[in-house]
């Protein structure tokens, strides 16, 4: 079945950087766009960033544009998300799911956390 584990959070101070992992399995995940979601505690889940299957073209909430930036490598079935200059309004759950402008499956991963405080 689907399945994405998702991992790299933890807590960061403002300004810092972060790199999240998400593991797929299941289907086609090299012919199969990708993306990054993230909920922040109170709000609903928001796609932030997104990927095409062969890389070479991607899409970013403008909250994010800038600051983060998503990369893949299909030969280990694994979706990235390098965040930069951190601000504690980033402070979410940060899960991935297959698609470019909406979520694919409807199972999600555990997700993994980001926290920005000082």
């Known amino acids: 079945q689907v399945q994405f584990v998702e991992s790299g959070g933890g807590l960061v101070q403002p300004g810092g950087s972060l790199r999240l992992s998400c593991a797929a399995s299941g289907f086609t995940f090299s012919r199969s766009s990708m993306s990054w979601y993230r909920q922040a505690p109170g709000k609903k889940r928001e796609l932030i960033a997104a990927?095409?299957?062969?890389?070479?073209?991607?899409n970013y909430t403008d909250s994010v544009k800038g600051r983060f930036t998503i990369s893949r490598d299909n030969g280990k079935n694994t979706v990235y998300l390098h965040m930069n200059i951190l601000k504690p309004e980033d402070t979410a759950i940060y899960y991935c799911?297959?698609?470019?402008?909406?979520?694919?499956?409807?199972?999600w991963g555990q997700g993994t956390h980001v926290t920005v405080s000082s």
């Open positions: 799911n297959a698609g470019f402008t909406y979520s694919v499956f409807n199972s």
């Open positions: 990927i095409i299957s062969t890389g070479t073209a991607t």
